[in-house]
């Protein structure tokens, strides 16, 4: 079973370019969240998708900044007119989001650096 | 709302000595888990140990045990006979069962072990 798959790796912008994360679940997984970790700084939450919704985007930046999961294919975070500040690394993680406990599955990260 | 706090940024032992890290948190919840990750350099986000708040007993996993006081909202890692593999960011993080389950994250500290 492969693990939460997040492409790219690594990606660099220009001040003003759109940038695309994608997010890929394990198998099974219907839930996804994001979480963003500026440098030197702990996980911050973002967004918690499930499929085609928009459970809770209490920590989403209000603009350029926008999240979707739609019934086919990956999450996609997208960040528009990207500034210097939103360089960062941006992690998924997926559950399967049973009653009670839920373990969340982290992908290995996008390091999004904007020029 | 949630809080995790890790007030020690950085701590250095050395191979085969015990090392604690410390982490207070902050609920109003009664039901909730209490997380320890590792973030080695490769930035992946690797549990290390769970506790449920409802259990009193704490959780142990090979050579990292977790000293939990409720009453105190204390969160320690000890991890035994350190490694070299053990260098890494570690973060301490909480979720409330009830709702979105997103994790809230503490600074994170900064653990070298010296050979």
């Known amino acids: 079973n492969a693990g939460v798959m997040q492409n790219p790796r690594h990606l660099v912008r220009r001040r003003g370019q759109e940038a695309r994360l994608r997010c890929s679940p394990m198998?099974?997984?219907?839930?996804v969240y994001w979480y963003r970790q500026l440098p030197e700084e702990g996980l911050k939450f973002m967004v918690y998708?499930?499929?085609?919704?928009?459970?809770?985007e209490s920590g989403m930046p209000k603009e350029r900044f926008s999240a979707e999961f739609p019934k086919e294919g990956p999450s996609i975070l997208r960040i528009q007119q990207v500034v210097r500040g939103d360089s960062a690394a941006y992690f998924c993680a997926s559950s399967p989001r049973t009653s009670g406990h839920n373990e969340q599955f982290f992908g290995p990260g996008t390091r999004l650096t904007v020029l | 709302a949630q809080t995790v706090t890790q007030s020690q940024p950085e701590m250095s032992v050395q191979e085969a000595e015990t090392v604690t890290l410390s982490c207070t948190y902050d609920?109003?919840?009664?039901?909730?888990?209490l997380f320890w990750y590792k973030q080695p350099p490769s930035r992946q986000m690797i549990l290390v140990i769970r506790?449920?708040?409802?259990?009193?007993q704490n959780a142990t996993e090979n050579r990292f045990s977790v000293n939990f006081q409720k009453a105190a909202k204390s969160f320690s890692l000890k991890i035994s006979d350190s490694q070299l593999g053990d260098t890494a960011m570690y973060f301490c993080a909480s979720y409330q069962v009830q709702g979105a389950q997103k994790l809230v994250f503490g600074q994170g500290t900064r653990l070298t072990i010296n050979p």
């Open positions: 198998k099974g997984h219907s839930h």
């Open positions: 998708l499930q499929k085609e919704n928009i459970i809770d």
């Open positions: 609920t109003s919840e009664s039901n909730y888990y």
């Open positions: 506790q449920e708040a409802y259990k009193q």
